[in-house]
């Protein structure tokens, strides 16, 4: 589903610096972010590196990384 919001202009200039330096859209890159914030909230006690790690790991499953068979 797609849904028009508005952000600041500095959080889009922000976003699109980080998204071409990570090779993300800007989408990807604001909802990127969005997962962050979701998951430290959920779980204020996990370091950023930690949280981080777990979006690697749920993205590498997601294209099949890992997979024995």
């Known amino acids: 589903m797609s849904v028009n919001v508005k952000l600041s202009d ?3 200039d922000q976003a699109k610096r980080y998204a071409l330096i990570e090779h993300r859209s800007l989408p990807k890159q ?11 909230e959920e ?5 950023f590196a930690m949280i981080r790690d ?3 790991a749920d993205q590498e ?3 099949g990384e890992y997979q024995f068979g």
């Open 10 to 12: 500095v959080l889009v």
């Open 30 to 40: 604001i909802e990127y972010w969005s997962r962050i914030g979701k998951i430290a």
């Open 43 to 47: 779980n204020p006690d996990l370091p």
């Open 54 to 56: 777990i979006l690697v």
């Open 61 to 63: 499953a997601s294209v």
